[in-house]
């Protein structure tokens, strides 16, 4: 997630804490926002769910199903 937490983490937390995020958020913005509004940039591709499942618990497959070859390069994204 772009907050760094996961989803978990997100249910947990209390409208205080949300509040806290949010004027954070409005002070430093994150990077990928302020190159969305100021340069139009969007993604190029959408990013596939590697989301564990029932035969896959770890979620590996889906990883190495995306990078077959075992390396990333450094014109796509990880994630």
């Not at 591709?45 to 590697?50: A, C, E, G, L, M």
């Amino acid at each position: 997630m772009a907050a760094g937490r996961s989803y978990d983490e997100v249910d947990d937390l209390t409208i205080f804490d949300l509040r806290l995020i949010f004027d954070y958020w409005a002070e430093y913005p994150a990077a990928d926002e302020v190159l969305r509004a100021v340069y139009q940039v969007t993604p190029k591709r959408k990013i596939q769910s590697r989301a564990a499942s029932k035969d896959d618990p770890s979620g590996i497959g889906g990883l190495i199903a995306a990078y077959p070859s075992g390396c990333v390069p450094a014109d796509r994204p990880f994630g």
